[in-house]
């Protein structure tokens, strides 16, 4: 049986195989980005079996959460937590986003999302494959991102 880490550490196991990525840019191009979002779905959490304890969500668009006006765009990762009663004890999220200054035209973008559950359907390959064609990369293939953030929070 793989390793399972344990849900609270997803944040650092991400900035680790960022880290082990070796010369990337900082912030990382799309294609570093897309292999540490495939690397970071290869890695088992220890989480319930149930088809929506572990899944992605891609999602872009302005967000009103920073102190100046930022256009986010990335992907989270939100895995279950148990209680001790063996219940859903919440989620623990991790996200990977590019922040751009906003202006006109990215404010003006609607938001969306789009996620995806290891019990879908869908197999991951296929539905990276469509978040890696959507048109917002190609709305911000010009512009430099203000920063590039792994966090974690808990919902």
Do not use: K
Not at 15 to 42: H, K, N, Y
Not at 60 to 79: D, K
């Amino acid at each position: 049986m793989a390793t399972e880490f344990p849900v609270g550490s997803a944040a650092d196991v991400a900035r680790r195989l960022r880290q082990l990525q070796g010369e990337v840019d900082d912030p990382p191009s799309l294609a570093q980005f897309f292999s540490l979002i495939t690397r970071f779905e290869a890695v088992r959490f220890d989480v319930p079996t149930s088809e929506d304890s572990d899944g992605f969500l891609f999602q872009y668009g302005a967000f009103n959460i920073w102190p100046e006006p930022t256009f986010s765009v990335g992907i989270t990762r939100q895995l279950e937590m148990i209680d001790s009663g063996g219940e859903c004890g919440g989620y623990v999220q991790v996200s990977m986003d590019y922040l751009y200054d906003s202006d006109d035209e990215l404010a003006s973008a609607a938001r969306e999302t789009s996620w995806w559950f290891r019990g879908s359907v869908v197999d991951f390959s296929t539905w990276i494959g469509s978040v890696e064609e959507h048109a917002v990369w190609r709305l911000i293939s010009s512009r430099r991102p203000r920063t590039f953030v792994i966090s974690q929070d808990g919902v």
